[in-house]
């Protein structure tokens, strides 16, 4: 198993020996109190996490760990290339599949991925967004599993989420453990928000004729990550908006303000499809803007991302991925994707069912480390309700071998010992693509446990990015 | 700004302003149970009429300190207890985050934190440190505002709610109280009404400044005045007015637009200019006293429709 900080034996690998002096300088006792003085910080700002439903305290903590997970320039710079790759692939994609869908013609993609999945939105066919851009921020779930391998385990397309973490995580370092920071070797990360915000002013629609008044569309404060949407409105200087706050007449979007309508060029929608728009996605919802899609659709406001968007995401679409980069952009992919067998295939499927006890198996439109099977942490029952499922629904199913995640130096109950990490980087595609150096870092917190979801006992850290 | 804006910042100025004044209350109604010859029971309920909250308890019901913490303070279930307006006022800044300086905003969560752990037992041990801790929450998310917060559109709307829930609940303490003010009374002068009355100045914590005022002349007439007709005084309905109306007159030149309800509290303060106390009590205080109650629910009607929320 590869560790960030050792490698594959104990010699401390390069980016990581500042890190590793100051665990050692720190101790154990001041590590606790650093992290208790974080955590403080966190509940005192409101940075909780909502998971209803669930019972206890609806507004819960993501345990912050106090250990940076670093990646040297080197790696970086790999990793920076094929994230772009990626999200550049994906953008073409939608714009193909909404067009001609050249990729499907060529028998690359099969056809029912697309058309049959429910993510996919006829209303867009046709439709040219600003830009050509179909998914303004592209979050690539990335795993390492060795000094040169990383792997992507899955692409979010529609409205990833985290990324105020990955702003908090660092002032709350810089706040509780300056020292660490004062060699100026370490890429800020703070640009994010003013990045998101030229992102957005580029994408204007047509009717926009002065500075593009931006906003970001809320389900509310019970969406779990209203935290966030209010830090990002609040950091990028825009107004955070409910659907009721706005409403469209003659093909435009206003939103109600004290002094009357004004108009909004930009939505930076954190609100599913579903709930866009009650007229063109769900007569039967009381939730949306009616009209929004028509205004979009003419051009009239921008929506980020597109609806539609997640028929580039899901987990089968995914397997796909490594030859829309070949088709779309005639490079080789940076980035390798998980081996992935389909269980709608009957061949894969048979090979899958077979090895349960080592595969993992995912919902293929799950999320949130939900409705998944472990197979070497399971239990044989649940392997055969599982085998069940997946006999039942085979189109619903896909699976990847185990991987050994990379583990990352953490404070654990007896000490400072290794755990699996993933890193979630978040990639901002507009008129030009930006990158801010770094991302989040999600860390499963119980000892040899493979799942970083907040949902499921998953805690963050500070990701660094060092300076040539 | 947003419309939802406006009124979230409106309304969590109100809960605000209503949860401390009902701290108030609860201490004014503590110190008049402990009076001799106090009657305990009828004490406990102009409180509760006071805090708007008569409703929770049925004729028969036993209304004592203990029953009346309970309801007032930690009863969820009860939309007038400290612990809802907490709850209703911080849900108000949730939705409006970006509006509030995280100064504004972690004075208050952490306010709504402290009060979500108290428990029954802890009120009942120590009143008088927890109903403390309440009105220094109130004072410290008032003070983070007044230092923190750019002097633009939100703190007009802030402003204008903390007025007119202040007006408010001096208008209701003073209708829950007004028969021991009535001069009639004060022809049977005994120090028990004279506490009694002293209890109103408590209940806004003003004993010092009527002091400093009337020079210690405890008089039904003078109390009311304090209450009603001082512009000085923070709590008064002069004071209040005269807060709503620039504030409103703010929003008023920022937007360069007067609408009803500038209208309304200019015409407001005008009246209260001219008023003395003994006409008020001539034409009777308990009728003037719903005048005025009626007139801030309009105030506040005619508030939201000018500013479509």
Known sequence: ?468 | MLSRTAESLFWMARYLERAEATARLIDMGRRMAMLPGAYGQEEWRSVVAAAGAGAAFGSDDRVGEAEVCRSLILDEDNPSSIRACFDSARNNARAVRTALTADMWEGLNDGWRWLGGVEAETVRRDLPATLDRIRSLSALFRGAAQTTMLRGERYDFLSAGAFLERADMTLRLLDAKYFVLLPETGLLLDNRDRYRWISLLHATSAVRAFHYVYRGDFSPTKIAHFMILNAEFPCSLAFCYGGLRAALGRLADRYDARQDCHATVEKAVRQLQDREMDDIFDEGLHEFLLEALRLNARLSGELSRAYHF
Not at chain 1, 146 to 157: A, K, P, S, Y
Not at chain 1, 276 to 292: A, H, K, Q, T
Not at chain 1, 333 to 352: F, G, K
Not at chain 1, 418 to 433: E, K, N, S
Request: charged share 25%.
């Open chain 1, 1 to 468: 198993m590869f560790d960030e900080m050792t490698g594959d034996g104990a010699e401390v690998r390069a980016p990581y020996s500042d890190i590793a002096a100051w665990i050692e300088a720190s101790g154990i006792d001041a590590l606790r109190r650093h992290t208790a003085e974080a955590e403080a910080i966190f509940r005192r700002i409101g940075i909780t996490f909502a998971v209803y439903d669930e019972g206890g305290d609806p507004e819960r903590l993501i345990p912050f760990d106090l250990i940076p997970r670093v990646f040297a320039a080197a790696e970086w710079r790999r990793l920076e290339r094929g994230i772009r790759q990626r999200a550049l692939a994906l953008n073409a994609f939608l714009q193909d599949v909404y067009h001609r869908g050249e990729i499907l013609r060529a028998g690359i993609v099969p056809e029912r991925l697309v058309y049959r999945n429910a993510a996919f939105e006829p209303a867009m066919i046709g439709v040219d967004p600003p830009g050509r851009v179909y998914s303004h921020v592209v979050g690539i779930d990335i795993v390492r599993t060795g000094e040169q391998e990383f792997q992507v385990l899955e692409d979010n397309c529609r409205t990833p989420s985290g990324v105020s973490y990955m702003l908090e995580n660092r002032e709350c370092m810089m706040r509780t453990c300056p020292e660490l920071f004062r060699g100026g070797d370490i890429e800020p990360v703070d640009v994010y928000p003013e990045e998101l915000r030229r992102t957005l002013e580029e994408v204007a629609p047509p009717a926009c004729d002065g500075d593009p008044v931006i906003a970001l569309l809320t389900p509310g404060p019970f969406n779990s990550a209203y935290y966030e949407h209010s830090f990002l409105a609040d950091l990028m200087g825009i107004e955070l908006v409910e659907p009721q706050d706005l409403f469209v007449d003659e093909g435009l979007c206003w939103m109600r303000t004290t002094q009357g309508p004004e108009r909004v060029d930009v939505l930076y929608r954190r609100i599913d499809d579903a709930f866009l728009d009650p007229i063109s996605f769900r007569p039967d919802s009381m939730l949306g803007v009616p009209g929004l899609f028509d205004a979009y659709r003419a051009g009239g406001v921008t929506l980020c991302s597109a609806p539609g968007s997640g028929v580039a995401d899901d987990k089968e679409v995914y397997v796909y991925v490594p030859e829309m980069i070949r088709f779309y952009l005639g490079q080789e992919p940076i980035l390798q994707n998980v081996p992935t067998w389909r269980c709608s295939h009957d061949e894969e499927r048979t090979y899958v069912l077979e090895r349960l006890d080592e595969l993992v198996v995912k919902e293929v439109h799950g999320s949130g480390g939900y409705g998944m099977l472990i197979g070497p942490h399971s239990t044989a029952a649940e392997r055969t309700a599982f085998a069940e499922k997946i006999r039942r629904d085979p189109e619903g199913y896909i699976a990847q071998p185990t991987l050994e995640l990379s583990s990352s130096p953490s404070l654990a109950e007896g000490g400072v010992a290794g755990r699996h990490v993933d890193f979630r980087p978040y990639c901002l595609i507009g008129r030009t693509i930006r990158l801010v150096p770094g991302g989040l870092t999600r860390v499963a917190l119980r000892e040899g446990s493979l799942v970083v979801n907040s949902s499921q006992g998953g805690g963050v850290k500070d990701t660094w990015v060092l300076a040539e």
